[in-house]
């Protein structure tokens, strides 16, 4: 007679491999919003980037489609629990919207239509970590999944990846965005679990 450990369930199959601690998987895409969806036509859409004072690049819809774009194939992690892997983006790198911006401000506060906002460390948003998207599985991005575009992080928890994004503001110091000024933890590490500000 075998002896087997007391809770040994056997290997993980490959896809639990990739989840981080507390997570399980969906093939739905859920909608989590905190309030309204805003519809943003792309004729009053823009991009912009600000140091607080000045505007130091700006895009409309035409001038951002026309910036060289990538395909990307991420895992993404929510802070409900829920996790998607494989998912399929189409965006425009931060590394190509920030190339010609100086800064040594550290951090960048990201604003979205609709007055929601995310920050997040420039070390974080640079190197093929971060990109505003347009499209999802091939589509154009759906509003209700932040439309016509979204900020997308996918190594942190995804309200990181902030919806009908518009600008980023560099900043010097840290400071919490919308979910970070309610007790989510300032950075929102999946893989260390950092939900709440308390852990």
Not at 7 to 20: I, M, T, V, Y
Not at 39 to 50: A, N, P, Q
Not at 58 to 72: A, G, H, Q, V
């Amino acid at each position: 007679m075998a002896i087997i450990s007391r809770g040994f369930a056997g290997r993980r199959s490959a896809a639990e491999a990739k989840l981080p601690p507390g997570q399980y998987l969906t093939s739905d895409f859920p909608v989590l919003s905190a309030g309204p969806t805003p519809h943003i036509s792309l004729d009053r859409w823009e991009f912009t980037i600000d140091d607080g004072s000045n505007v130091l690049k700006r895009w409309d819809w035409k001038s951002f489609r026309e910036l060289p774009t990538e395909t990307i194939t991420v895992d993404i992690h929510c802070v409900t629990r829920w996790s998607k892997l494989g998912t399929s983006w189409e965006g425009v790198s931060l590394d190509v919207l920030l190339a010609d911006v100086k800064t040594d401000l550290s951090y960048a506060m990201f604003r979205s239509y609709g007055d929601y906002t995310t920050n997040l460390p420039m070390k974080d948003v640079i190197n093929k970590q971060a990109w505003i998207a347009f499209k999802f599985d091939g589509a154009d991005l759906a509003p209700e999944h932040g439309g016509p575009a979204r900020l997308l992080v996918p190594h942190l928890y995804f309200w990181k990846s902030a919806k009908w994004v518009k600008g980023l503001t560099l900043m010097p110091q840290d400071k919490p965005g919308f979910w970070e000024n309610l007790g989510y933890h300032i950075y929102g590490d999946p893989w260390l679990e950092q939900r709440y500000s308390d852990q």
